[in-house]
């Protein structure tokens, strides 16, 4: 009977645990489970970073490619309005219109009018009318045109075009290409986002297609219209 009553209190001990055991369990299960939340809010936010950031890129990479695609199929047509010896292009330094085909879903033969242009809201768009519907082209205003958003938040955007310049008949790249008998043989579109935003932007050189140039009207002499030489 001694015997059995000196063991009983010492698997009694040892059939649990203390207060202050089971409290520092607790204490650590905690730490533990806040670590781990910590590591989970971290990776879900370094995921959607990474979404965000590869959705930004594949808007950019969008944008150049459909640019690229309207630029290089650009048609030297005749500017009605001008000497007969002018195709129908405005490039500026701050944006360029010019005729291509449309789009699918319009059918790929039709042509129209494009122009890309940054709005004062850093907005990167891509406007498209008929050319059937009478807009001029070297009209500033886009009442009517179709608008097409490619890019937010773009801070500026500078195109320049390489070709013969008026005075030396050299190929140099120029700010403006208007009242010309021929289009660039290069389009050169770049931009920038604000400071601190994650997207680059790659500088897009395009060269258009056609290789059109128009015959001078009325005898003129120009080192732009006539037979290339």
Same mark, same amino acid.
């Given at each position: 009977?001694?015997?059995?009553?000196? @063991?009983?209190?010492?698997?009694?001990?040892?059939?649990?645990?203390?207060?202050?055991? #089971?409290?520092?369990?607790?204490?650590?299960? /905690?730490? @533990?489970?806040?670590?781990?939340?910590?590591?989970?809010?971290? @990776?879900?936010?370094?995921? +959607?970073? !990474?979404?965000?950031?590869?959705?930004?890129?594949?808007?950019? =990479?969008?944008?150049?490619?459909?640019?690229?695609?309207?630029?290089?199929?650009?048609?030297?047509?005749?500017?009605?309005?001008?000497?007969?010896?002018?195709?129908?292009?405005?490039?500026?330094?701050?944006?360029?219109?010019?005729?291509?085909?449309?789009?699918?879903?319009?059918?790929?033969?039709?042509?129209?009018? @494009?122009?890309?242009?940054?709005?004062?809201? /850093?907005?990167? =768009?891509?406007?498209?009318?008929?050319?059937?519907?009478?807009?001029?082209?070297?009209?500033?205003?886009?009442?009517?045109?179709?608008?097409?958003?490619?890019?937010?938040? =773009?801070?500026? #955007?500078?195109?320049?075009?390489?070709?013969?310049?008026?005075?030396?008949?050299?190929?140099?790249?120029?700010?403006?290409?208007?009242?010309?008998?021929?289009?660039?043989?290069?389009?050169?579109?770049?931009?920038?986002?604000?400071?601190?935003? !994650?997207?680059?932007?790659?500088?897009? #050189?395009?060269?258009?297609?056609?290789?059109?140039?128009?015959?001078?009207?009325?005898?003129?002499?120009?080192?732009?219209? +006539?037979?290339?030489?």
């Amino acid at each position: 009977m001694m015997l059995a009553t000196a @063991i009983n209190p010492a698997r009694r001990r040892d059939a649990g645990f203390t207060l202050a055991e #089971m409290l520092v369990a607790l204490a650590l299960f /905690g730490m @533990i489970s806040a670590l781990l939340a910590a590591v989970i809010q971290l @990776i879900a936010r370094l995921d +959607g970073a !990474s979404r965000r950031q590869g959705e930004a890129i594949e808007q950019v =990479v969008a944008a150049q490619n459909l640019l690229r695609s309207r630029i290089e199929q650009l048609r030297a047509l005749i500017d009605v309005r001008g000497l007969g010896d002018t195709i129908a292009m405005v490039g500026r330094r701050d944006e360029i219109t010019f005729t291509a085909p449309g789009f699918a879903a319009n059918g790929a033969h039709q042509l129209q009018a @494009i122009r890309l242009r940054r709005t004062n809201r /850093g907005q990167l =768009v891509l406007y498209t009318a008929p050319l059937l519907a009478g807009n001029d082209i070297r009209l500033p205003s886009v009442e009517g045109w179709d608008a097409a958003p490619l890019l937010e938040g =773009v801070q500026w #955007m500078d195109i320049a075009y390489f070709g013969a310049d008026w005075l030396t008949g050299r190929d140099l790249w120029q700010d403006s290409w208007q009242n010309r008998a021929q289009p660039p043989k290069l389009v050169r579109v770049r931009l920038g986002f604000a400071e601190g935003d !994650s997207r680059s932007w790659p500088v897009l #050189m395009v060269r258009p297609m056609s290789g059109v140039r128009l015959t001078c009207q009325d005898g003129r002499k120009s080192l732009d219209c +006539g037979e290339a030489q």
